[in-house]
């Protein structure tokens, strides 16, 4: 059984009451024309917290809905609460999701869709909806293991194999953060920020949520369809920039593929919001190139850099402070270490560890990524450590820099790159439906001629499905599984190869 302390109030409770005493009228909240002022918010989020208190068992909470108020107010009221919540994303499968409920030692179940549940053994749904339209299931699943005092978040990231592992966070921890992070981005009373990420997504979660509600701007959460994304990386870009425009966002939040989405739709002449001044760019490896073409396009695009395990942002560019190429300066709370291999390590601060892991947590966090500081304190990721692999010729390759310059061409979507052991590399590449075969060749061909003869692709074949959680090739963040693509195309790649005696590996 686990097991959490009633704590004091929080930071985030103390902005949103004094927002509520100060301007109690001001939107806090929108989805399309329903909105929630400042002091209807306190109301709503004292009311759910004490639904959520009378569960009272001891065991986390979960919440699995589509964006909207009502996950935002159960977010809220567990966070001030003290409650131990997980997000789980929309698009897990059902395994994923048994999963999430066993370790973690679910109680209760927050959801939109309870007929996904029906049935479900040892569930039982409560009569009564919890809060607009979200319904409460109880379930009969695993008491899980003890919860380190403090812990408020427990965000599920799957990693590159195996099950989702669950990461356990401090509430002081998520709220410095967000404190940090409001500053960085200069966030303020009148900004409109719009959630084009799932709400679970942890980046979404404190950047777009606690962030502009710590400054008293208003959060506009769209159900994922009308931004365009549906599952995990199916993405209507003019969906997008519609409601970008409906909503006159100032900020918003997006990954690599979406930034791409929107330099090519800038570059076919569809105008942007003349009021975005933020678009945070985050989650994988961006090309300066693209970046550069961002910023050529008029898009206000600031790359930043994080990890779930340290409660997300860990650096950011900002306004007046950005240098294309970095992912910008640490936040401010933020301490770095670099090992004598430059694999960035960070002052762990209060995480308090991954789910079921008994082990004690050393004072420094080892990210898995290589980098280094120039002499302005602007952070450089050079290498995805554990995605590095070594060529026949003895070159150490970062797949994930290519993949990035590779992914700048619009006629190609998704790409993974080879070549552990081999005389030259290769990829598995998903394609647009309107790119041709000479189209994609053409992007490689001028990919290379950027690249050093290294890291250049010689051969590639096409994917025969995108890649996607849903398949098993991607993570729930959208990161590649190496291992399962392997997998899936060992036999494509190797027939690239002269000798097919050799299994490709990563």
Same mark, same amino acid.
């Given at each position: 059984?686990?097991?959490?302390?009633?704590?004091?109030?929080?930071? *985030?409770?103390?902005? !949103?009451?004094?927002?509520?005493?100060?301007?109690?009228?001001?939107?806090?909240?929108? $989805?399309?024309?329903?909105?929630?002022? @400042?002091? $209807?918010?306190?109301?709503?989020?004292?009311?759910?917290?004490?639904?959520?208190?009378?569960?009272?068992?001891?065991?986390?909470?979960?919440?699995?809905?589509?964006?909207?108020?009502?996950?935002?107010?159960?977010?809220?009221?567990?966070?001030?609460?003290?409650?131990?919540?997980?997000?789980?994303?929309?698009?897990?499968?059902?395994?994923?999701?048994?999963?999430?409920?066993?370790?973690?030692?679910?109680?209760?179940?927050?959801?939109? $869709?309870?007929?996904?549940?029906?049935?479900?053994?040892?569930?039982?749904?409560?009569?009564?909806?919890?809060?607009?339209?979200?319904?409460?299931?109880?379930?009969?699943?695993?008491?899980?293991?003890?919860?380190? #005092?403090?812990?408020?978040?427990?965000?599920?990231? =799957?990693?590159?194999?195996?099950?989702?592992?669950?990461?356990? *966070?401090?509430?002081?921890?998520?709220?410095?953060?967000?404190?940090?992070?409001?500053?960085?981005?200069?966030?303020?009373?009148?900004?409109?920020?719009?959630?084009?990420?799932?709400?679970?997504?942890?980046? %979404?979660?404190?950047?777009?949520?606690?962030?502009?509600?710590?400054?008293?701007?208003?959060?506009?959460?769209?159900?994922?369809?009308?931004?365009?994304? =549906?599952?995990?990386?199916?993405?209507?870009?003019?969906?997008?920039?519609?409601?970008?425009? /409906?909503?006159?966002?100032?900020?918003? &939040?997006?990954?690599? $593929?979406?930034?791409?989405?929107?330099?090519?739709?800038?570059?076919?002449?569809?105008?942007?919001?003349?009021?975005?001044?933020?678009?945070?760019?985050?989650?994988?490896?961006?090309?300066?190139?693209?970046?550069?073409?961002?910023?050529?396009?008029?898009?206000?695009?600031?790359?930043? /850099?994080?990890?779930?395990?340290?409660?997300?942002? !860990?650096?950011?560019?900002?306004?007046?402070?950005?240098?294309?190429?970095?992912?910008?300066?640490?936040?401010?709370?933020? %301490?770095?270490?670099?090992?004598? #291999?430059?694999?960035?390590?960070?002052?762990?601060?209060?995480?308090?560890?991954?789910?079921?892991?008994?082990?004690?947590?050393?004072?420094?966090?080892?990210?898995?990524?290589?980098? @280094?500081?120039?002499?302005?304190? @602007? *952070?450089?990721?050079?290498?995805?450590?554990? +995605?590095?692999?070594?060529?026949?010729?003895?070159?150490?390759?970062?797949?994930?820099?290519?993949?990035?310059?590779?992914?700048?061409?619009?006629? &190609?979507?998704?790409?993974?790159?080879?070549?552990?052991?081999?005389?030259?590399?290769?990829?598995?590449?998903?394609?647009?439906?309107?790119?041709?075969?000479?189209?994609?060749?053409?992007?490689?061909?001028?990919?290379?001629?950027?690249?050093?003869? /290294?890291?250049?692709?010689?051969?590639?074949?096409?994917?025969?499905?995108?890649?996607?959680?849903?398949?098993?090739?991607?993570?729930?963040?959208?990161?590649?599984?190496?291992?399962?693509?392997?997998?899936? /195309?060992?036999?494509?790649? +190797?027939?690239? @190869?002269?000798?097919?005696?050799?299994?490709?590996?990563?």
């Amino acid at each position: 059984m686990v097991s959490h302390a009633r704590q004091g109030s929080s930071r *985030l409770e103390q902005a !949103l009451r004094a927002h509520a005493a100060r301007d109690p009228s001001r939107i806090a909240l929108r $989805q399309g024309s329903a909105s929630i002022s @400042y002091g $209807q918010l306190i109301r709503e989020v004292d009311d759910v917290r004490a639904k959520l208190e009378i569960l009272g068992n001891g065991r986390p909470i979960a919440l699995m809905a589509d964006n909207g108020l009502g996950w935002v107010v159960t977010d809220l009221a567990a966070h001030v609460a003290g409650i131990p919540i997980v997000p789980i994303a929309t698009f897990f499968s059902g395994e994923q999701v048994a999963h999430v409920v066993a370790t973690a030692g679910i109680g209760h179940l927050v959801t939109d $869709q309870p007929g996904r549940f029906a049935g479900m053994h040892g569930t039982a749904m409560s009569g009564a909806p919890l809060h607009r339209g979200l319904h409460r299931i109880e379930l009969g699943g695993g008491t899980g293991g003890t919860l380190p #005092d403090g812990v408020t978040k427990i965000t599920f990231t =799957s990693g590159t194999t195996g099950q989702p592992k669950g990461v356990c *966070l401090k509430r002081e921890e998520i709220e410095q953060v967000a404190v940090s992070l409001r500053a960085a981005v200069c966030a303020v009373a009148e900004d409109q920020h719009v959630c084009l990420l799932p709400l679970a997504t942890l980046l %979404e979660n404190i950047g777009g949520v606690y962030v502009p509600l710590l400054a008293g701007a208003t959060v506009n959460v769209p159900a994922l369809s009308e931004v365009g994304l =549906s599952g995990s990386s199916s993405f209507d870009v003019l969906a997008a920039i519609a409601t970008l425009g /409906y909503c006159k966002a100032t900020s918003a &939040i997006t990954v690599p $593929q979406m930034l791409s989405a929107f330099v090519a739709a800038a570059r076919a002449g569809v105008s942007m919001p003349p009021s975005l001044r933020y678009l945070a760019v985050g989650g994988a490896p961006v090309s300066t190139r693209s970046l550069e073409r961002a910023i050529a396009a008029g898009l206000p695009v600031f790359e930043g /850099y994080g990890l779930s395990e340290c409660a997300s942002v !860990l650096a950011v560019n900002r306004p007046g402070q950005q240098r294309t190429g970095s992912v910008g300066k640490p936040l401010d709370h933020v %301490e770095l270490c670099f090992a004598e #291999d430059s694999e960035i390590f960070v002052c762990r601060r209060g995480w308090a560890g991954y789910l079921g892991d008994a082990d004690g947590q050393p004072d420094f966090f080892a990210t898995g990524d290589t980098g @280094y500081q120039d002499r302005d304190g @602007y *952070l450089y990721i050079t290498a995805r450590k554990k +995605n590095m692999f070594i060529s026949a010729f003895g070159r150490n390759v970062s797949p994930d820099w290519i993949e990035s310059e590779l992914l700048v061409h619009p006629s &190609i979507a998704q790409v993974a790159v080879f070549g552990e052991g081999r005389p030259f590399n290769t990829a598995v590449i998903v394609a647009p439906p309107s790119a041709s075969r000479s189209e994609i060749e053409a992007a490689i061909a001028d990919t290379n001629r950027r690249l050093p003869d /290294y890291a250049r692709v010689s051969k590639w074949t096409a994917a025969r499905e995108p890649f996607s959680t849903a398949n098993g090739l991607l993570t729930s963040n959208g990161k590649l599984r190496r291992d399962a693509l392997v997998a899936r /195309y060992a036999q494509a790649l +190797n027939t690239l @190869y002269p000798s097919e005696d050799q299994v490709v590996t990563q």
